[in-house]
């Protein structure tokens, strides 16, 4: 009998914490006619002149903390709580400075914009990192992006991403449109309707795109099933049909990825492309900027639109991030405040709606296709 009153306690106690774990757990679903409504709605950016400018740029932070099975009991947490709990391991020290610069862009926008700067930032926050700071009780962090969703649409654009920062070559093929379909319930359930209506680019984990021509139509699919517009794509993903690299009109401004699987179906998407380089000394130092200033116009279908330089980079890891891009993100809107230069910055999807109200349509851009001599699939081919 002892074995049993045993038996029964500990079972109680897995039933209480598996309970429990379920309750705490990430909702990875929701009502998905509610994001198809929010969807539907306009949300066009206003619509900028691009008399005068030659050139943009748009930069982009990607934030993450992944969720591990860390807890008291071993419920699932997010390293950043981790990181809290045991500031003696590794960097582990740095948990206040990242959960720092997970808000910071709500006090450096507002600032800007009470200085009479127009400044721009896109930003991509994984599943885990939204829910993870939910977990925690982080109000301050998560008040400053309310801040930014609900008083700075047009200087700050959301990217969507999966939901758990899954890498596509790696994720079941069925899963794809769930993890990208999670991060939309866990983004509508946090800032609602209306700011999901906004959420129009894309960014993948990693930046990478898949080899395999079934893999990449499954990515691109779905991305147009759940309402994507347009995601960024790495320079050294996609290359001519000849073999070659890219030009500079197609680095430096909007392409059409064609995948095609190996039935023959097709899915389109437009990409701006990010072009190579170290991506968080590039962005932490506003680089775009100052290489925008040495580009000119280029022409599509005989009509002239700015060239954009465009950049992606981790929005807390190393020094660079932590300590060089608050001192330097500033100084580009400060010098386009105070002279006319024929730059400006855009988000992605304000630089597109800039460039279709001059009269170009998705059609008139290159357009990619898979690569012929790769074995078992695609290299993406822009010509």
Same mark, same amino acid.
């Given at each position: 009998? !002892? ?11 897995? +039933? ?16 998905? #006619?509610?994001?198809? &409504?929010? /969807?539907?709605?306009?949300? @066009? ?18 934030? *993450? ?8 009991? %071993? ?6 709580? *981790? ?11 740095? &948990? ?30 994984? %599943? ?6 939910? /977990? ?18 047009? /200087? ?9 920062? !899954? ?18 319930? /866990? ?13 129009? %680019?894309?960014?993948?984990? #990693? ?7 079934? +893999? ?15 995601? $960024? ?13 890219? @030009? ?19 899915? =389109? ?14 962005? &932490?130092?506003? +680089? ?11 022409? $599509? ?22 300590? #060089? ?18 730059? @400006?910055?855009?988000?992605? @999807? ?12 998705? =059609? ?6 898979? $690569?012929?001599?790769? #074995? ?8």
């Amino acid at each position: 009998m !002892a074995y049993d009153r045993n038996y029964l306690c500990r079972y109680q106690q897995m +039933q209480t914490m598996l309970s429990s774990s379920i309750d705490s757990l990430p909702k990875f679903w929701g009502d998905s #006619e509610a994001i198809q &409504a929010a /969807q539907a709605q306009v949300s @066009t950016p206003r619509p900028r002149s691009l008399d005068g400018v030659r050139s943009g740029f748009a930069c982009a932070l990607h934030m *993450h903390q992944p969720t591990i099975p860390a807890g008291h009991h %071993g419920e699932l947490i997010s390293n950043l709580q *981790h990181m809290f709990e045991h500031p003696n391991d590794g960097d582990n020290h740095n &948990a206040g400075v990242f959960a720092h610069c997970y808000g910071r862009m709500g006090e450096l926008i507002p600032q800007l914009v009470a200085e009479g700067c127009n400044p721009r930032i896109m930003l991509d926050y994984s %599943g885990n990192l939204l829910w993870g700071l939910q /977990q925690m009780g982080r109000e301050d962090v998560l008040g400053l992006l309310g801040r930014l969703v609900a008083s700075h649409s047009e /200087q700050v654009e959301w990217l969507g991403t999966m939901w758990s920062h !899954a890498v596509a070559s790696s994720t079941p093929i069925p899963d794809l449109k769930l993890q990208i379909r999670a991060w939309q319930f /866990q983004f509508l359930s946090m800032f609602g309707a209306e700011a999901l209506g906004r959420v129009k %680019g894309f960014s993948p984990p #990693e930046m990478h795109l898949p080899n395999h021509p079934d +893999q990449l139509y499954a990515y691109v699919k779905a991305l147009r099933d759940c309402g994507y517009e347009w995601l $960024l794509v790495q320079e050294h993903s996609v290359e001519q049909l000849n073999g070659q690299g890219l @030009t500079d009109d197609q680095r430096y401004g909007p392409n059409l990825l064609v995948a095609r699987s190996s039935t023959g179906e097709t899915a =389109t998407i437009v990409a701006l492309v990010k072009t190579q380089g170290s991506d968080t000394k590039l962005v &932490a130092q506003m +680089q775009p900027y100052y290489e925008a200033k040495g580009r000119d116009r280029l022409t $599509l279908n005989n009509i002239a639109i700015p060239s954009l330089v465009s950049q992606i980079a981790d929005g807390e890891n190393g020094g660079v991030m932590m300590n #060089e891009f608050p001192r330097d993100y500033p100084r580009p809107w400060y010098e386009m405040r105070d002279g006319n230069s024929g730059v @400006t910055g855009f988000n992605g @999807t304000e630089y597109l709606a800039a460039i279709a109200n001059l009269g170009l349509k998705e =059609t008139d851009f290159p357009k990619s296709n898979r $690569l012929a001599n790769i #074995e078992f699939g695609s290299g993406l081919v822009m010509w």
